[in-house]
């Protein structure tokens, strides 16, 4: 039986051939808009999730050592810190994330293996517990130890299996610290039963899904389960959980997503309510695929049969692998740099392929919107499932994460390195606007949208035979330095006929404005693409484009009696070599 679980598990024995075949197949996107480059190298010991405490600064923390690297902008400053950690199988370090508050309480949280010994180790016996603790950085380490604020320990009555340990933690919109851990191999038949592996309707396994704590270690009082009568069911978010390397908030909604490896049957991609059961260890995949295996004992189960707390509901997954890929980071691409039909995709990898999947979100963001023949959401074959693949040989990606420049980072857990994912054409919204005195704005938006739906109108605030001419002023900072090109996108219209607009672009040399593009508004949209010099109009110090929209009335022609312009598209597309 091949299972999926070993995402992390048997890397230990096959590191040195991975990371071979790494570095001899290069990583492939799909999409020809979209590049990939090394951000960082150089780590060691294979490293598994990072956390950003700064633009550009992040801490990564590495499985096999437990130690904790600092790297800002791309290059390895030092080591943070060192932990003793238990590394047989799936063991080691786990998950880091900075606190909300990072940049003024500086607390890191960490989820490690902790070794008895005081050093790393890969005897099973010397595995305490998997533990989540609090450290705070003070510019260059982490220290100030504090916790365990929860603890996952050996226990003799149950199963402790090395593998199924989980480990990404992250922070909710709510404030609270989540993580999730596997199951550990607990809860079996014959015996063996557990509430979470619902396999029994009392006794907890203390692991197997998705916890909620407070900052501080303490149980909120609104989640799910703390109505019941055993208190180790107070910190579950969602139980049913086999194991799972992936979890991410969708920055958009602020729900919690994650996917869970399968044994012989089903991997899954899961929006994760409040109390949901996600099935395990008697569903995997969809309820109505009845899926049989091992430790189901080949029976077919539904969601009737499982172990329903109060407040607890099965939801299935929002897509599925019928044959087990061994699914690992999962993420959102939201940023505005992407291409504009890539924003709303939900990105998730896998270690047995070293594929990157992308799938897009309904309005809702609740489902996937998939071709017809994966309407069932799952891929039975290699044909359904390669409808989804973003890109080729990327490793083993455990984490992948947003930075601050818009740009995506990807964990390579086999390589050790971080990569970065970029458009090859950056489309930047305006950074800053400004209104010449005497212009007001009306209407809403956020500052330009590419749709009709939202505009930003401007307008002079006067109702006169003599309007006065509008200057709207936007300012946009690249990312780099050294752009191929630079296309600046315009689409306007006005509540009269006949109204002249000029696009200039502040030139550099001169330190002035300069006239690139003159139309005519109406009430239709015009819309206008204008090429901008780099050598003349980007600022080399503060990486700035600065354009103005001028709407001039016509002397001696009949003018509306308010001159108003809606700006439906404002846009720099910035082509990098």
Known sequence: MVESHRTMAHLVAGVALACGASAASAQTLLDPRLRVSVWASGFSSNPTTFTWIGPGEMLVLQKHNGRVRWVKDGVILGDALDLPVNIDQERGGLGIVADPDFATNGFVYIYYSKSTTGGDTNVNASWLDNRVERYTWNGATLGNA???????????????????????????????????????????????????????????????????????????????????????????????LRNGFGMSFDPVTGELWNTENGSSSYDEVCRVPKGMNSGWLKIMGPDARDATYFENGFAAFDASDLVHLANSTYVDPAFSFKVPVGITAIGFLTSKLFPHDLQDRCLFADNNLKNLYAAPLDGARAEFVLPPSLADRVADDATERDLLRLGTNFGVVTDLQLGADGYLYLMDHTGMRVLQVRPVTDELDPAAWRLEPGARTDGASEAAEASDDVAWEVSDGVITRRPRPLRIGAEFALNAANPLALVAQVETRSIGPGVPQQIEAWNVATQRFETVDVAVLGRDDV???????????????????????????????????RLAVRIDLLRLDVTYP
Do not use: C
Request: glycine share 14%; aromatic share 8%; net charge neutral.
């Open 146 to 240: 504090f916790g365990p604020l929860v603890a996952f320990p050996a226990d003799p009555n149950q199963g402790n299996g090395p593998n199924h340990d989980g480990g990404v933690l992250r922070f909710g919109p709510d404030g609270k610290l989540y993580g999730q851990t596997g199951d550990l191999n607990r809860g079996r038949f014959g015996g063996k039963e557990r509430v979470e592996q619902n396999t029994a309707t009392s006794g907890s396994a203390s692991v197997g899904g998705i916890f909620r704590i407070n900052a501080d270690g303490t149980i909120p009082p609104d989640n799910p389960f703390t109505g019941e009568s055993d208190a180790a069911l107070h910190l579950w978010w969602s139980y049913g």
């Open 527 to 561: 819309a206008r693409t204008v090429a901008l010099d780099p050598a003349l109009h980007l600022d080399p110090v503060t990486r700035a484009v600065k354009l103005r929209l001028s709407v001039l009335p016509l002397p001696g022609s009949r003018q509306p009696p």
